[in-house]
């Protein structure tokens, strides 16, 4: 197992994937979904990716948007509750990518994988419900991923990659991770 992030880290899966998000990017923004302060949207930036942060959380963007700012680049910001309207104002098949980490709404899951252009990438990390056994972490069944569920929650795209682990120490997290693509036709 390897050491956790720190909280403003982004995930090991995050930077696995990179280069194939600057590839992506190029299709189109890449929306990084309940973005929160940035943990993976500030790293995107720096990579050159034209990232867009989604987040419900008005304190949450503008605390992103300083950081941004403080290191010379300009994030754009959305502020919408995906899960009191599972929807995004932004057209179907014009994102490159969908980064989505620690957060799970089933509804709004046709609708990311719907934003995805042609070749999309999806890159994907939250909890699984052996997170329940931990005294700590999301412990409601809303919030947490039944065994191989993840890819089920995506059945118009492309599984690459999907695992389900225990990652950290000193206090592991149980997550799945799925990578898919949008196919081109």
Known sequence: MTKPPAPD???????SQIDRLRRAGRMG?????ACGRGRHALPAARAGLPILGVDR??????ELKNNALALGEDIPCLRTDLESSPHLPLREASCGAVLVFRYLHRPLCGVLADLLA???????????????TRAYGPSRPEFLLKKGELP??????EVESYEELEHGRPRPDAIARLVARKPLS
Do not use: H, K, R
């Open 9 to 15: 880290q982004p995930s090991p899966l995050f930077l």
């Open 29 to 33: 923004p890449v929306i990084d979904v």
């Open 152 to 157: 089920l929650l995506f059945p118009s795209l």
């Open 57 to 62: 959380s008005s304190n949450f963007l503008a």
């Open 118 to 132: 042609p070749g999309g990438l999806l890159v994907y990390e939250t909890f699984t419900e052996a997170q329940q």
